[in-house]
């Protein structure tokens, strides 16, 4: 009998192999740890579980009782090593024969067959190792496992048994042929296939002189025709939604997200549920398309238009929050080159996209789930891309120069340059849309054709309501048109600063917060502005850092300026129409409160800059009219659309090759998803569990100050961590959350991390918070209190912040408008 060394247990164990499991198991040790051994006579220590296992085992073998309870079968599931007697070795002809009565090849037959598939699969989904580099790199491991079968071999174990004998040859062989049913296309696809997880792309022939066709990719190296490269959508909807708890979980999060009275999600929205009105009885889900072209040379080549490709991509929005954002849950529909839209025109390379959604709709997807089948319809909501892909894609004028050329509304472009509110009454209606097709003058109705879309049943382009907030306010959109304006004022007429004290303080205030992109920023540069004849200011951003330099832009140079300057007053509402516009869920209030913050700073900037208003100041005007009908605008954000690129942009550049690229790359994008289903990735947690170690929490300096009683459990033995990665966030000692209850706000500072029986908690100290500060946009963070505290990981919904120090205060910001844990 072996007796536990954790105190609050001293459980006792029959042999060494119940002992081991119940550390791992009840205990969850980790490999390194202070082992104590509870034999009579030995309170021996050991840091590592190896030796501490062999130290055990030396105490069993001394007493003959208890060894014939420890089976070789069960020695080996624990990874311990035995060591040959001498008298075995002196014996040098003499077979070892091996004592298990468990041996099961077939098993080990059908293991080794799926870690072959597990390793292959994992291969083919880094997008810097091209399909050759994996069979190279399986020809390698094959010959290392070649050796040690040959090893094994060697050994001339011996069963006693002819028949169990000759299935450990038969293991041995399987070692020799790792990877021979799959080490060429041919064998993986088919392979893939037999298991249901793979479908290659179908090749479309967009030919303007025949009718769409289906086309093999191996008849013609080079053929004039435009090609649509057409993922098998239908397939991989089943795929995913059967995958465990994946359709159960859609739809109880889209059944909950229904019955929000504030708008949080697409399905609050009135474009939803005017859809779901007409399938009351129906399990019905919705989904998104989206189309943009991105570019997979060097942006130097000679060759940069000619292979510009553009991604076609589809995700189902009411999947639960914490797999919206991850890019296994952004499917590829379809890929196509540029120059093949161009040759063909959008509607022929839309129309098969459009014949498999019209299936989804109706009759709709069988779909196995936990033993039973459904029927799931599928309904095409919203179009989405950036400004000029929606355009261009609907056949809305794309160049911004028509006479109407807002796909919201029928205004003329003149009028726009100077309105600060919507116009109800102007905007697009399909009457109005089907009278501009009839007269077909795209410069002046803004409608170029009519949109192949239109021919589904609950999907119309004037319905279309969706934007692109990444575009609009960042990525050269309303935000930097403003921060310039007020930069080149504050420097250049005031000079309350110079460029170098902004550049300076960017410098400082990157190095104290969490976020990387104002690191990344480059520093403000003076260029002299031809057009107003004076020097300005140039901000080179991307889209991401113009976030974050707008969230974080008072505290750089809010002490410069003094709070009764109009242009700072600017600057203040141009901040809050940023979060207004981002918020993740909306009130009627916050939505009327929106078009006020949106008709003050349109008027704040015709007024004091003496500028017309852009189109993406007109798009925004509509923003409260596009939330009521589709949700909250930061869930059409491109940011994660558009890093869907980067991965084929990244495997584009290690292969030289362009021929039939697009077929290549959707080769690519099967094989991820393969190996997605396969390892069942989609709503697997993402929670890093490698720095927790197990501490008594009474030995925390902490410990006296712990709000009692304690909200876990009696126990007072914790898995401690300092730092963790969750859900893709990563929280360390010294950071902030904040929590909202009734409408009060909290600070909390991060001590540490609990792990008990799988459930995460966090360890803080409260802080005061003080009055929100105008001047800054910011709230005072007054004193760190003496409560300590225990919480739910999962109960703070914010990301993690650091207090900034302005003229020896500390002052945070709430990150409302930031994607959050959940």
Known sequence: MIKCFIEKCNRTMPNPNEYFKHLKNDHRLPALFDYKCTHVNCRQTFSKLYTFKKHILKHEELEPSNSSELQPTELADQSITLEPTAAENDVPNKKKKLQNKDFEPNRFIE?????????????????????????????????????????????????????????????????????????????????????????????????????????????????????????????????????????????????????????????????????????????????????????????????????TTCGIYYNIPTIPDAFRSRLNTIFVAGLIKKTDIRNAGVNKLFSPLIDVFKTLEEPGLNITSKGKQVVVKFVLTLFQGDNLGIHSSLLFSSGFNATFFCRFCRRPKELLKKDTIEHPDCLRRVADYNHDVIINQPSESGICGNSVFNELNFFHVTENKTVDAMHDLFSNGVCKYGIIEVLDYLIYMKKYFSLEILNKRKREIANVIVENELKRMPDAIEVYNTNKKRKSVSLRMTSSETQVFIYYFTFIIGQYVPHYDNVWNYCKALVKLTELCLLHCYSPADITELRKEIEKHHAMYLELFKQDL?????????????????????????????????????????????????????????????????????????????????????????????????????????????????????????????????????????????????????????????????????????????????????????????????????????????????
């Open 614 to 822: 852009k189109p993406k100041h007109h798009f925004i005007v509509h923003y409260p009219t596009v939330i009521s009908a589709s949700g909250p605008v930061v869930d059409m954000m491109c940011f994660r659309n558009e890093a869907k690129h980067k991965g084929f942009k990244q495997y584009s550049h290690i292969i030289n090759s362009r021929k039939k690229i697009c077929y290549t790359l959707g080769i690519k994008a099967s094989l991820q998803f393969s190996n997605d289903v396969f390892k069942k990735n989609f709503f697997s947690e993402n929670v890093n569990e490698d720095n927790y170690q197990m501490f008594n929490i009474k030995c925390r300096s902490y410990f006296s100050e712990l709000v009692q009683p304690l909200s876990i459990c009696s126990s007072l033995d914790f898995f401690l961590a300092n730092s963790i990665n969750y859900k893709g966030t990563s929280l360390r000692s010294g950071h902030f959350l904040t929590l909202r209850i009734n409408g009060i706000l909290y600070l909390f500072e991060i001590v540490e991390f609990i792990l008990h029986e799988k459930k995460y908690f966090v360890v803080v100290n409260e802080w005061k918070v003080g009055e929100f500060d105008e001047h800054y946009y910011a709230y005072k963070a007054i004193r760190k209190s003496q409560t300590v505290e225990i919480f739910r990981l999962d109960m703070f919904s914010s990301l993690p912040l650091l207090l900034c120090m302005i003229n020896d205060t500390f002052y945070f910001k709430e990150k409302k408008y930031f994607n959050n844990l959940d």
């Open 111 to 307: 293991e080794f067959e799926n870690t072959a598939l597990n390793f292959t699969l994992g291969l083919h989904s880094k997008n810097n190792i091209t399909r050759k580099d994996v069979y190279e790199i399986q020809k390698k491991v094959k010959k290392m496992l070649s050796d040690i079968a040959s090893v094994l071999d060697n050994l001339n174990l011996d069963t006693g048994d002819p028949e169990v004998n000759f299935s450990f040859k038969q293991i041995i062989e399987s070692m020799n042929n790792f990877f021979d049913s799959m080490n060429s296309d041919h064998k993986l696809f088919e392979k893939l296939k037999n298991k249901g997880l793979f479908q290659l792309p179908t090749i479309v022939s967009l030919d303007q002189s025949s009718n769409l066709q289906l086309r093999n990719i191996l008849e013609e190296e080079e053929n004039q025709d435009s090609f649509l490269i057409l993922m098998p959508i239908a397939e991989q909807l089943r795929l995913f939604f059967e995958c465990e708890n994946v359709l159960q979980d859609t739809l109880e999060n889209t059944s909950k997200m229904e019955k929000s009275k504030d708008i949080s999600n697409h399905v609050n929205g009135s474009t939803w549920k005017n859809v779901r009105s007409k399938y009351a009885k129906d399990l019905i889900l919705p989904i998104w398309l989206y189309a943009d072209e991105f570019e997979i040379n060097d942006s130097q080549s000679s060759h940069i238009i000619r292979h």
